[in-house]
């Protein structure tokens, strides 16, 4: 696993567990993260990041409830993972 998977992963994870993300039944918080590493590798150098993330999390089959907001995806990903 490479080390933008485990970012990505923890950062699901982190989001589960402070109950700011809700996986439908059966979800694999894995497979979501390899969707936002698809997303992000695919979107422009000037794309926000919190604001792309949220922009998937949103659309993703695999999510039920997104309560968390873009800003607060750019401080855990510069404070908890950097």
């Known amino acids: 696993m490479s080390l933008l998977q485990r970012v990505m992963l923890k950062l ?3 989001l589960v567990q402070q109950e700011q993300l809700e996986l439908e039944p ?3 918080p894995g497979e979501l ?6 997303h992000l590798r ?5 794309a926000h990041v919190g604001a792309a993330v949220c922009q ?10 997104v309560y968390v907001e873009d ?3 750019i401080d855990l990903l510069n404070n908890h993972y950097t």
Do not use: F, Q
């Open 71 to 73: 800003h607060v995806i």
């Open 42 to 46: 695919s979107a422009p150098n000037h």
């Open 56 to 65: 998937v999390l949103i659309a993703s089959p695999r999510v039920a409830e």
């Open 12 to 14: 699901v994870e982190e």
């Open 26 to 28: 059966g979800a694999d």
């Open 33 to 38: 993260a390899e969707e936002l590493l698809a």
